[in-house]
């Protein structure tokens, strides 16, 4: 089976930078994703690894080391409109992916 | 227009009915899925298909059932409805390397 753990919660303020974790359990492992989900809405695709190392989009990086089975999302700049919840969620080989409970990241003035 | 819709957006039933939620999509994508989301959980994946010929069972399929009947329309049923499948339900699609999913708005539905 799979299993991923995620903090539950994130609190920061503007301005900063925040890193969300997630490790993972799991067999056929292909890569890994992270997903944004403001307050009940479509979750929209943010980043994905399928290799060792940093994946840079704009203010959002995304980490993954395969031999620690670990990954991270990096949100720089935090703007108030980052306040959401953020998914890592693990592809296998066999096509589908097991989503985490979920980081809510909330942003301070 | 969007991507990927779903219908209805919002359904309110009762224990024992027949329901079916509809996701279409106009992205071309051979790949598609249906989801439920709990509230303070993540997506659990009910079941996925890979072309119309091919479905799939998810994690959690007891109680739901599926058609695919177009590379573009993949529905979800419940064939009766009980209070613990009041969630939200999200379909999604992809395609080419299946990096990313592409999800619709949402179907909350919930059992009385």
């Known amino acids: 089976g799979q299993s991923l753990e995620q903090p539950s919660e994130v609190t920061a303020v503007e301005g900063a930078i925040v890193q969300i974790n997630c490790t993972y359990q799991?067999?056929?492992?292909?890569?890994l994703s992270w997903y944004q989900q403001h307050d009940g809405g479509a979750p929209t695709f943010l980043s994905y690894?399928?290799?060792?190392g940093l994946e840079e989009t704009g203010r959002f990086s995304s980490f993954l080391s395969r031999s620690d089975s670990y990954g991270y999302l990096l949100l720089q700049e935090l703007q108030m409109k980052d306040s959401a919840s953020y998914f890592c969620?693990?592809?296998?080989?066999?096509?589908?992916?097991?989503f985490g409970d979920g980081t809510t990241l909330t942003v301070k003035p | 227009d969007a991507d990927v819709t779903q219908t209805p957006r919002n359904r309110i039933t009762k224990t024992g009915k027949r329901i079916m939620l509809e996701c279409s999509q106009t992205?071309?994508?051979?790949?598609m899925y249906w989801y439920r989301q709990d509230p303070g959980l993540g997506l659990r994946l009910i079941y996925y298909?890979?072309?119309?010929?091919?479905?799939n069972k998810g994690e959690i399929s007891d109680g739901y059932s599926v058609s695919r009947q177009a590379q573009a329309k993949f529905s979800l049923s419940l064939e009766s409805a009980i209070p613990n499948q009041t969630a939200l339900y999200f379909c999604a699609t992809t395609g080419g390397l299946g990096n990313e999913q592409f999800f619709g708005p949402g179907t909350r539905l919930t059992v009385l």
């Open positions: 690894n399928g290799l060792d």
């Open positions: 298909s890979f072309d119309v010929k091919d479905i």
């Open positions: 969620a693990v592809r296998t080989n066999a096509g589908k992916s097991t």
């Open positions: 992205k071309g994508h051979d790949r």
């Open positions: 799991t067999s056929g492992f292909y890569g």
